[in-house]
């Protein structure tokens, strides 16, 4: 079955900088891959997510880019401030049709913007 | 509108007590997942629905794990015979069922469960 790998598993930034967090998966037929923020006591939150069919995809300041080749996948926040200081996750599915599937996800990183 | 809905938020039992979770989805949505999150690790898949079909239940870690969706709507996560590595939290999400479109996974509060 599919395998999710997402490193680090803490990151700690100044506040303006740059954030990357970068995914692996296994299955060379997963084709959904979302990215989900949970903030501490919340609920997890779709913030972006990309289809195999793109390499590339920005939100304003967040963007996702894949790697079908190595099975690779990062999330890419720019100017970063303090409200993006929570756990972000990474996952992974095959979507068929109008179905997502089960979402695969990595173990989290807990992104901590200093001010 | 209002989001998905689970209850009980909090539930603790003890060593051998069955429960039920229960969760309302988003009206409309077709699909419904069921996750159990553990503390610091990410969701992990249980089961999902279409409709009131069970169309993958691979991630229920043993027979003491069964879910059910009768009328395609409200669903109920049942734990027989709980044991003390059950507890943590119970979520589920809900999204639309449209081919080419967005079909968000939108997740509920949870159900925190302890067992003693």
């Known amino acids: 079955g599919e395998n999710v790998e997402q490193h680090p598993s803490t990151l700690s930034v100044q506040e303006g900088d740059s954030a990357v967090i970068k995914c692996t998966y296994s299955?060379?037929?997963?084709?959904?891959f979302p990215w989900y923020k949970q903030e501490l006591g919340k609920r997890p939150q779709l913030i972006i997510d990309i289809r195999s069919n793109v390499g590339e995809k920005k939100d304003q300041r967040i963007a996702v880019t894949l790697n079908k080749t190595a099975k690779h996948f990062s999330l890419h926040i720019t100017e970063t401030q303090p409200e993006d200081s929570a756990v972000y996750f990474c996952?992974?599915?095959?979507?068929?049709?109008?179905?997502?599937?089960?979402?695969?996800f990595g173990k989290g990183t807990k992104l901590s913007v200093k001010p | 509108g209002a989001g998905v809905s689970q209850s009980p938020r909090y539930k603790v039992t003890k060593r051998g007590q069955d429960v039920a979770l229960r969760c309302d989805p988003i009206s409309g949505h077709v699909s419904l997942y069921w996750y159990r999150q553990a503390l610091g690790q990410g969701p992990e898949f249980l089961t999902y629905f279409n409709y009131e079909a069970q169309q993958d239940k691979s991630g229920l870690p043993n027979d003491r794990f069964s879910a059910e969706r009768p009328e395609g709507s409200i669903s109920t996560l049942t734990i027989q015979r709980t044991e003390q590595r059950d507890s943590a939290m119970y979520r589920c999400?809900?999204?639309?069922?449209?081919?080419?479109?967005?079909?968000?996974?939108?997740f509920g509060p949870g159900t925190r469960l302890t067992v003693l």
């Open positions: 996952a992974a599915s095959i979507e068929n049709g109008g179905s997502q599937g089960n979402l695969i």
């Open positions: 999400a809900s999204s639309l069922f449209l081919a080419g479109g967005n079909n968000e996974q939108f």
């Open positions: 299955d060379s037929a997963s084709n959904y």
